[in-house]
């Protein structure tokens, strides 16, 4: 998400996958769907600067919301595991979705989903 995102706001490739190895597989816990975390990260760019950071806060917290509910509306969850149906912050976990090929067969379209998701809300 940041890699194909980042470079329109300044944030060279490299960095961005850099900064994104964190959120893959529900920051490899299981937990919010990486794909999800980094459109939200991308949002903090995305935003036009209001008079205030706090502004500028209240902004992206509401663009936020909208982006997991569009994203829920579509998949029912953000919580990878649930994704998934596999739990990837557990070697049981993480060992059923690299055999069954989940991340490259089901994350791709959660991306998919999130960037279009992202590039339909209005900043």
Do not use: W
């Amino acid at each position: 998400m940041l890699a194909g995102f980042g470079e329109l706001y300044g944030l060279d490739r490299s960095t961005a996958f850099k900064l994104g190895r964190a959120f893959g597989a529900g920051m490899g816990m299981g937990r919010e769907c990486g794909a999800v975390t980094g459109a939200m990260l991308i949002l903090g760019f995305k935003v036009q600067e209001a008079p205030s950071e706090k502004e500028t806060r209240f902004k992206v917290y509401d663009l936020n919301k909208e982006l997991v509910r569009l994203f829920e509306k579509k998949h029912g969850t953000i919580i990878c595991k649930d994704l998934l149906g596999a739990d990837p912050g557990t070697p049981e976990g993480r060992e059923k979705a690299v055999k069954d090929n989940l991340f490259r067969t089901l994350c791709p379209g959660f991306v998919r989903d999130a960037a279009q998701i992202l590039a339909e809300l209005k900043a």
